[in-house]
Structure formats: structure tokens, C-alpha cells
């Protein structure tokens, strides 16, 4: 049984930075993929990044390249999302996942609870 377990979130302003954490724990396929999404009500979930754990291979939704930055621990175990430059359509609910999938939501089969990201003007 994978969990995941985010943390990191709050309320910032418009240009402040946050780092988000995902600590995983259980079996995770080395061939698998970490990654974030983040959705708001009525919405899809929406990629933003992954990264590989068997390599440090890193991908990122358009949106977000430049402004976020995705990375993980030497065991694969912890991801980290260093966002910066935030503005207020950032907020959303973000979520971390995991499985063989690198963009794709339904790619992805194990997901975390979710952590709170407010952006205000």
C-alpha cells in the first residue's frame, strides 16, 4: 500500500515563493514516475510536473515552466515543489502522485489527500 502524504501548502501573497512535500511511503515501482497536479473546484486536476525515480528526468506543464521546479531525495522517497513568482490563479488544491504515467492524471495510481495553495493579489 502506497500513501502519500503532502505538506507545504498556505496562503502567500502574489510573487512570494512556497516549497511543497510529498513524503511517500510502501512499495513504489523504481520504473514509476512522482509527480503534482493541483485542481480547483468543478475543474480537471492539472499537470504540472514529474520526475522519474530511477533517474532525475523531469518534466513540466507549460504553464509552470521556469516558475516551478521539481525534485526529489536521493531514495525516491520525498518530491519537492519549489514554486516562485506565485500569482493568484496558482490557487488551487495540489496533489501529489505516483505510477507509470508522466503527464496524464489517470496515469498516475496512487494519489495523496492534497494540500491548500492560496495565492492572493
Known amino acids: 500500500q502506497v500513501q502519500l502524504v503532502e505538506s507545504g501548502g498556505g496562503s502567500v501573497r502574489a510573487g512570494d515563493s512556497l516549497r511543497l512535500t510529498c513524503a511517500a511511503s510502501?512499495?513504489?515501482?523504481?520504473?514509476?514516475?512522482m509527480g503534482w497536479f493541483r485542481q480547483n473546484p468543478g475543474k480537471d486536476r492539472e499537470f504540472l510536473a514529474s520526475?522519474?525515480?530511477?533517474?532525475?528526468?523531469?518534466f513540466y506543464a507549460d504553464s509552470v515552466k521556469g516558475r516551478f521546479t521539481i525534485s526529489r531525495d536521493s531514495a525516491a522517497k520525498t518530491v519537492y515543489l519549489q514554486m516562485s513568482s506565485l500569482k493568484p490563479e496558482d490557487t488551487a488544491v495540489y496533489y501529489c502522485?505516483?505510477?507509470?504515467?508522466?503527464?496524464?492524471?489517470?496515469?498516475?495510481?496512487?494519489w495523496g489527500q492534497g494540500t491548500q495553495v492560496t495565492v492572493s493579489s
Open positions: 520526475i522519474r525515480r530511477n533517474s532525475f528526468s523531469t
Open positions: 502522485a505516483t505510477g507509470p504515467g508522466l503527464t496524464t492524471a489517470r496515469t498516475f495510481y496512487n
Open positions: 510502501g512499495r513504489i515501482l523504481s520504473s514509476h514516475v
